[in-house]
C-alpha cells in the first residue's frame, strides 16, 4: 500500500522556520522525482520545490527561492522541505507528492500558518 505521511506543519511567527517531512513507503523511493505542493482555499495547487532521484537536482518556485531548501534521504524514504524566513504568505497545507511517468502519489498534507 502506497503511503506519503506528511509532518513538521504548525503555526509560526513571520521570520520562523519550519521543517516539513514526508515519510513514503510501499513504492521505489529512490526512483521517483518529489516535489512538495503547496495550497490555499480558493487557490490552484502551486508546486513548490522539486528534487531529482539521488538529490543533484533541485529547483523551487521563485516565491521561495533562498528560503526553502529541499531535500531527500533515500535510506530512510524521507524527503524534507527546510523553510526559513517565513511569510503569512506562506500559509497553505502542503502537500508531498512522488511523480514517475505513470504514476504520482499524494499525502494528504500539513496545515502551515505564518501569522503574529
Known amino acids: 500500500q502506497v503511503q506519503l505521511v506528511e509532518s513538521g506543519g504548525g503555526l509560526v511567527q513571520p521570520g520562523g522556520s519550519l521543517r516539513l517531512s514526508c515519510a513514503a513507503s510501499?513504492?521505489?523511493?529512490?526512483?521517483?522525482?518529489m516535489r512538495w505542493y503547496r495550497q490555499v482555499p480558493g487557490k490552484e495547487r502551486e508546486l513548490v520545490a522539486s528534487?531529482?532521484?539521488?538529490?543533484?537536482?533541485?529547483n523551487y518556485a521563485d516565491s521561495v527561492k533562498g528560503r526553502f531548501t529541499i531535500s531527500r534521504d533515500n535510506a530512510k524514504n524521507t524527503v524534507y522541505l527546510q523553510m526559513n524566513s517565513l511569510k503569512p504568505e506562506d500559509t497553505a497545507v502542503y502537500y508531498c507528492n512522488a511523480h514517475l511517468v505513470g504514476n504520482s502519489y499524494w499525502g494528504q498534507g500539513t496545515q502551515v500558518t505564518v501569522s503574529s
Open positions: 528534487i531529482g532521484t539521488a538529490g543533484g537536482f533541485t
Open positions: 510501499g513504492f521505489t523511493f529512490s526512483v521517483y522525482y
